[in-house]
Every structure is written in structure tokens, then in C-alpha cells.
């Protein structure tokens, strides 16, 4: 595999400048005005915030975030392209590297993992905002092939603690309404599907429904098949999506046997 010092250093910036650019088209494909989950990975994870790592991160280069959504995660992004590129051109190739490193883990622990399946559900359950939130999607996906920040090395990789998968731990399934409206899950629930499954958003009021038990585990269901297919397509960032097709089967799995949302 070639190394940067294989590649001209012309090379690496033009490189880097269209990646600077491809995620500016990320930002600028979030879905405005939105009244769902926020694109924010607190807000899709549900248990975990990660401010304070995204303050160190953006600190390590004296920039500022107005937010933790996905517009400014993508733009901060853009900028370490612009400023690795900036870099090969000084003959700098000390902080091109570590721009690209820095973005590169950005893409892996800060953006990709949340904010492709966010992306994914606004376009599938919204029409108005398809146009936007699926480029966005692919263009996250193709420099995530770029990058590659979590490649599928098979699950014996031995890149993960015991108990754990890409995403983090495995804790036990939670089927409560918590615990289903979390990426965590293994699905993205955004209130457009929870009312073509129930009527309504109120995942505690689904428990005594069968129909609405079975429906919700056909979704799990289809949601892993669609990662999985997503980690096939997709090397660079197949680990992410192999994780969460598993996740997605566990919760099928114990929603089948009537553990419904509590």
C-alpha cells in the first residue's frame, strides 16, 4: 500500500481538497427545520454525549464549534482537508499527517457511525427532505471508502474489548422505549415510522400490542439485512455497519420472544 511519502505531495493536496469539498456538500445536505431526533450523535445515541471530546478535538486546532450537529462536524472536517492540502503545498508534511489522522478518527468516532443511519432514515421517512439527506449519506459513505476508519477485519480482529463491538459495549437489550429509540438498537426510529407502525410515538403504549411487537421486529429485521448490505458495499466503513446489522438482529430477536417496550 502506497504512503504518503509515495505520493506527490501536488497529489495529496488535490487529494485533500476534494475531500474538503465532499464534506462541505455533507453540510450542506443536513435536512433544515428539524422537529425529530436532532442531527446530533447525543441526541441519536441517546446515552452518550460526546461534547466534551468534540471541544478537545476542535480546540487541537484553534477552531470553534457553534454546535455538536452534523453541519458543523462536517465543516470542522472540511476544514482539516483544507488544512492538510494547505500543508503538502507548504511542504509541511508533519501537519498534513496529522490533519489527516485527525480527521480520519473524527469520521470513525464522531460522525460516521451516527450520522450515515440518520441520514439514511430522514430520507426514507421524510420525502421533503430526501433530495438532501441521501447525497449527504453517500458522500459520508464514499470518504468514509477514502479514509477508512473502521474497516471490516472480520470479528476475530482483535480490534475490540471482550463485550464489545464497534459502536461500544454490548449491554443488554433494551426494549423499553428508551432503549428502541436509540442507534443502539440497531435502528434508526424517527417519529414518521413509529406513526405508520402505531398511529402514534409512544413506544410505552406499544407493549400490549402484538401486531405492533410483530411489526416492530419485522423492522429490526430489515434494518440488519440493510446494514449488512451497506458492510458490503461499503469496506471503509463496514466494521460500523456489520456491528449494527448484529445489533439489529439481537433486538429482533428479543422482541420476538414478547419482550415488548416496557
Known amino acids: 500500500m502506497p504512503t504518503w511519502r509515495d505520493v506527490p505531495a501536488s497529489g495529496a493536496a488535490a487529494a485533500a481538497g476534494r475531500e474538503a469539498s465532499r464534506w462541505l456538500e455533507v453540510a450542506d445536505g443536513?435536512?433544515?427545520?428539524?422537529?425529530?431526533?436532532?442531527?446530533?450523535?447525543?441526541?441519536?445515541?441517546?446515552?452518550?454525549?460526546?461534547?466534551?471530546?468534540?471541544?478537545?478535538?476542535a480546540r487541537r486546532w484553534s477552531h470553534r464549534l457553534p454546535d455538536h450537529s452534523l453541519g458543523s462536524l462536517a465543516a470542522f472536517a472540511a476544514g482539516l482537508a483544507r488544512a492538510e492540502a494547505d500543508a503538502w503545498e507548504r511542504d509541511e508534511p508533519h501537519i498534513a499527517t496529522q490533519a489527516y489522522e485527525d480527521r480520519r478518527f473524527l469520521a470513525g468516532d464522531r460522525i460516521m457511525h451516527w450520522a450515515?443511519?440518520?441520514?439514511d432514515a430522514a430520507g426514507r421517512c421524510y420525502p421533503r427532505h430526501r433530495a438532501t439527506a441521501?447525497?449527504?449519506?453517500?458522500?459520508?459513505?464514499?470518504?468514509?471508502?477514502?479514509?477508512?476508519?473502521?474497516?471490516d477485519l472480520g470479528v476475530d480482529s482483535g480490534l475490540y474489548?471482550?463485550?464489545?463491538?464497534?459502536?461500544?459495549?454490548?449491554?443488554?437489550?433494551?426494549?423499553?422505549?428508551?432503549?428502541?429509540?436509540?442507534?443502539?438498537?440497531?435502528?434508526?426510529?424517527?417519529?414518521?415510522?413509529?406513526?405508520?407502525?402505531?398511529?402514534?410515538?409512544?413506544?410505552?403504549?406499544?407493549?400490549?400490542?402484538?401486531?405492533?411487537?410483530?411489526?416492530?421486529?419485522?423492522?429490526?429485521?430489515?434494518?440488519?439485512?440493510?446494514?449488512?448490505?451497506?458492510a458490503d458495499a461499503h469496506q471503509g466503513s463496514g466494521a460500523l455497519w456489520g456491528a449494527l446489522a448484529a445489533r439489529a438482529?439481537?433486538?429482533?430477536?428479543?422482541?420476538?420472544?414478547?419482550?415488548g417496550p416496557d
Open 30 to 57: 443536513v435536512p433544515g427545520g428539524w422537529d425529530d431526533v436532532a442531527p446530533t450523535e447525543a441526541a441519536v445515541i441517546g446515552f452518550h454525549d460526546p461534547g466534551d471530546d468534540l471541544e478537545r478535538r
Open 116 to 119: 450515515v443511519p440518520w441520514l
Open 134 to 151: 441521501h447525497p449527504a449519506r453517500d458522500r459520508l459513505l464514499d470518504i468514509g471508502d477514502h479514509l477508512r476508519p473502521a474497516p
Open 161 to 230: 474489548e471482550f463485550g464489545e463491538d464497534a459502536f461500544g459495549p454490548l449491554a443488554p437489550i433494551r426494549v423499553d422505549p428508551a432503549g428502541l429509540r436509540s442507534l443502539w438498537s440497531g435502528a434508526m426510529l424517527l417519529d414518521a415510522t413509529l406513526v405508520s407502525l402505531m398511529g402514534h410515538t409512544d413506544l410505552a403504549a406499544a407493549s400490549s400490542d402484538v401486531s405492533v411487537i410483530d411489526d416492530l421486529s419485522t423492522l429490526y429485521s430489515v434494518s440488519a439485512a440493510r446494514w449488512s448490505g451497506l
Open 249 to 259: 438482529l439481537r433486538t429482533t430477536l428479543a422482541l420476538s420472544s414478547g419482550a
